[in-house]
């Protein structure tokens, strides 16, 4: 019997059924048949491996590192010890991300409010200048950048390494927070300057709290980025005790008669990666949302 022969109960029990059949169908699946939930897992297993190696390596028992027999904690003794001590290092990474984080967060702050609320001469110009600085390589900015920074007396200096990373992290950064300011109705701002606002308290009260997961996510990236740069503090720090802790792990690694020590390396590759996976773990729900914001305007 067909459809158009069914009584209007039928008929609405048909149709009924053949939304459950639709609903039903098995949607967790991608290219070439595997789910989800397996190409997911995968995925994790694939990135978390080494740093899960790393961190059972770090306490394992292993010949010639500072914890030759048993299980302990013997190579993150001898990462607590090595020269000026773990703890000088730690202070010192954490100056750099944390000053870096601020300057990158107002400068391009100020700077994305620029970009996406006023109209002046030359602005797409000059936004795409800012942009242009991420298709110069960093390296080979780091030696003129020790020249400009020993001729302002910010050579070996914790702040002028913040202030170099700082402007690497800027083209990113002002993209992101343009995009973020551009997601936001002007009707909210405009509705403040109407009540008296001035364009700073418009800025303050009202687009801030708006795009507040903008602000994380570049906030994280700024921190990510300073705290795990090697690159930077190699060749703008010569003092041993100013040295950031990527920087102090590379040095510990050889430095006993070139013999690599493997156990205290990944010791403090592991000191390294905490900081990271909790900020991750805390933010990562700011940090989509940032990413998306500028997905749709309005």
Not at 10 to 34: N, Q, T
Not at 84 to 93: D, E, P, Q, R
Not at 106 to 130: D, E, Q
């Amino acid at each position: 019997m067909s459809t158009q022969t069914l009584p209007a109960t039928d008929l609405i029990r048909v149709e009924e059924s053949r939304r459950h059949a639709g609903r039903r169908r098995p949607r967790g699946h991608v290219a070439f048949g595997i789910p989800y939930a397996v190409l997911t897992t995968a995925l994790a297993i694939m990135f978390l491996y080494p740093l899960i190696w790393t961190a059972v390596s770090s306490v394992a028992p292993r010949p010639g590192t500072s914890q030759p027999e048993g299980w302990g904690l013997g190579n993150y003794a001898a990462l607590a010890n090595y020269q000026a001590g773990i703890w000088v290092y730690l202070g010192n990474s954490a100056f750099v991300s944390l000053l870096t984080v601020l300057l990158t967060l107002v400068v391009s702050t100020f700077g994305g409010y620029a970009f996406a609320r006023f109209s002046f001469p030359g602005k797409n110009v000059l936004f795409l200048t800012v942009l242009a600085i991420l298709m110069v390589p960093y390296a080979t900015l780091l030696i003129p950048l020790y020249v400009i920074l020993n001729a302002v007396g910010l050579s070996n200096s914790l702040v002028g390494v913040a202030v170099v990373l700082t402007m690497f992290q800027l083209p990113f950064s002002m993209f992101m927070m343009r995009i973020s300011f551009e997601s936001i109705p002007r009707e909210l701002d405009e509705a403040a300057l109407v009540d008296g606002a001035s364009s700073f308290g418009a800025l303050w009260r009202v687009l801030i709290p708006a795009v507040k997961p903008g602000l994380i996510t570049v906030g994280m990236f700024a921190f990510l980025a300073a705290w795990n740069d090697f690159m930077a503090p190699l060749i703008l720090i010569t003092d041993t005790n100013r040295m950031t802790l990527p920087l102090a792990v590379a040095n510990l690694r050889v430095q006993v008669q070139g013999v690599i020590d493997y156990g205290a390396t990944e010791a403090g590759v592991v000191v390294l990666a905490l900081p990271c996976i909790l900020l991750f773990l805390i933010l990562q729900r700011h940090y989509v949302r940032g990413f998306m914001s500028g997905a749709f305007k309005g």
